[in-house]
Structures are given as structure tokens and as C-alpha cells.
């Protein structure tokens, strides 16, 4: 089906979480901070109308995602999701009517060299759209255990570096478990219509996992500052999608030699992500 409809579809998505990212955060300062996992945050947001733009952002950029995974691989729809911190760095600016220092304006040419080298190197390729729960199983468990995991351990940390940094990680992996459920709910909802979609399993595991990922987040950003939670978040997302793209819906991509400017297409994305994150996007 080519890359070019996946590639909009997924900028225009990334857009728009970079968007909510930026109102969320907003949102997120005005109310008091908790030291443990409270449900009641999402009730207290809820009163913010910035945070309620913010979800309609989500929303919007759940559909872009949602069309980009129905036409495209999932090793190639994730890892552009990467986009979402220099274009929440860009609003914030705009937002706030600051402008963007030098250094971090080669941040963002940074990631976003690096984002073109890596792609163009690997060239992922594939698009399945059917997984047996089979293949599903081991994924769900494993990064379930992972996210309980670093969930825990977050929020018995203080808030700081560590707690962000794991909360965000967290996320991720809801996040890229999201995109994959995701996946095969869009190509169930192509070939056997609404209501083979309302009734399969995947699209109320990638609602839950999405809720979940919702909540982490909220707590990943009270929980310290942007410099740990957001490259976590970031390179996290784009590393478990490229896995599940890997192992659940074999997709391929180039190695060998390839590696070479694929690694040095990761490494300019990883110096470019941090930096950005230490600038902040609180706008």
C-alpha cells in the first residue's frame, strides 16, 4: 500500500499528541501532587478545561494513529511517534511566546535527521493484519509484569528523577501495547465490519491498555521532571512498538550493513530526545 498515507496519517497523529502532551501538562500543574496512585486525579482534571482539550487532541490523534496502523507497518507507524517531543517543544514556544534557543532548534534537527536516517536505513516492511491469541499471550504477559513492575516501583520512589523516569517507561509500554492491539482492531473492523469489531477481544485490551497508559501518564508527569519521564516515554514507545512489530506481526527490516546508519540514525534521536527534555515543555 506504500508509506506515504501511514507516514501522514501518523504525523498528523503525532501532532496531535504533541498537542494534548502540552495542555495535559498544563492541566496536570494546577492540582495538587500525590504521592501514590490515585484514580480520583483523572476526576479532579476533569474540572480543567485545557485537560479536556487535551483529550480532544487524543482523540484526534487516536484516529490519525488508528488509520496510519490500518495502512501501514507497525515498525514504521511507532517509531515516528518519536516526532511528538519537538513538536510539543514547538507549541509550548508558540504557546508561551518564547523562542526556541539555538541548541534546541539543533535538538530538533537532531531528532528528526536521525528519525529519516533510521527509517530510510531499516525500511520496515510487512503488513500483516491478523495475530492468533496464541502469539498474543506471552506479549500481554510480559508487558503487563512490566508495567506493574515499574508502576510499583515508581510510585514507592519520591517524586524525582526515578519515579518519572519509571512511570514513564510504564507508559510506554502501555502505549506501544496500545498501538498493537490497535492494529488488528482496525484490520477486523475493515474485513468483517462493526460488529466483528465491537465483539473482538483486541479492541477492549487496547482500550484498557489506552486508559491505562491515560492514567500512567497523568502520574508520570507530576511524578519528576521531563528530562526523565519524557525520553523514557519517547524512545520507550518506539522501542517496544518496533519489538511487537518484530516478534507479533513479523514485519522485517534491513540488517547487516544497514545496521550501521541505523544505529546512527538511534544514536542522533537518543542525543536529540534528551536534550529537548532537559529544555522541558511545560510552555
Known amino acids: 500500500m506504500g508509506v506515504v498515507l501511514p507516514v501522514l496519517f501518523a504525523f498528523c497523529a503525532a501532532f496531535s499528541n504533541a498537542l494534548a ?15 501514590s496512585f490515585r484514580p480520583g486525579l483523572i476526576l479532579d482534571l476533569l474540572k480543567r478545561p485545557l485537560w479536556l482539550a487535551g483529550i480532544l487532541a487524543v482523540i484526534v490523534a487516536g484516529v490519525g494513529q488508528a488509520a496510519a496502523l490500518a495502512t501501514g507497518p507497525l515498525a514504521l507507524v511507532q ?13 509550548a514556544s508558540l504557546m508561551s511566546r518564547e523562542r526556541l534557543p539555538a ?17 530510510l536505513a531499516a525500511s520496515p516492511a510487512g503488513n500483516r493484519t491478523h495475530v492468533a491469541l496464541d502469539r498474543w499471550i506471552p506479549a500481554l504477559v510480559v508487558c503487563a509484569a512490566a508495567v506493574v513492575a515499574l508502576a510499583t516501583v515508581g510510585l514507592r520512589r519520591p517524586a524525582g528523577r526515578a519515579r518519572a523516569g519509571c512511570l514513564g517507561a510504564a507508559t510506554a509500554i502501555c502505549y506501544a501495547l496500545t498501538a498493537g492491539l ?12 462493526l460488529t466483528a ?7 477492549y485490551a487496547f482500550c484498557v491498555a489506552g486508559v491505562a ?3 500512567l501518564l497523568e502520574h508520570a508527569m507530576q511524578g519528576g521532571p521531563l528530562v526523565a519521564s519524557q525520553p523514557a516515554l519517547t524512545l520507550g514507545d518506539a522501542t517496544v512498538s518496533l519489538m511487537l512489530g518484530i516478534l507479533i506481526y513479523e514485519e522485517d527490516v534491513r540488517m547487516g550493513w ?26
Do not use: C, N
Open 21 to 35: 502532551t502540552v495542555l495535559q501538562r498544563r492541566a496536570a500543574l494546577t492540582v495538587r501532587q500525590t504521592d
Open 79 to 91: 517509531p515516528l511517534f518519536v516526532l511528538e517531543l519537538p513538536l510539543a517543544l514547538l507549541l
Open 103 to 119: 541548541a534546541q532548534w539543533l535538538a530538533v534537527a537532531a531528532v528528526v535527521a536521525g528519525l529519516g536516517v533510521a527509517l
Open 182 to 193: 490497535m492494529k488488528t482492531s482496525m484490520h477486523i473492523l475493515d474485513d468483517y465490519g
Open 197 to 203: 469489531f465491537l465483539t473482538a477481544w483486541q479492541t
Open 213 to 215: 497508559a491515560l492514567l
Open 258 to 283: 544497514w545496521l550501521v546508519p541505523e544505529l546512527v540514525g538511534v544514536g542522533l534521536i537518543v542525543l536529540g530526545v534528551f536534550a529537548l527534555a532537559r529544555a522541558g515543555v511545560s510552555g
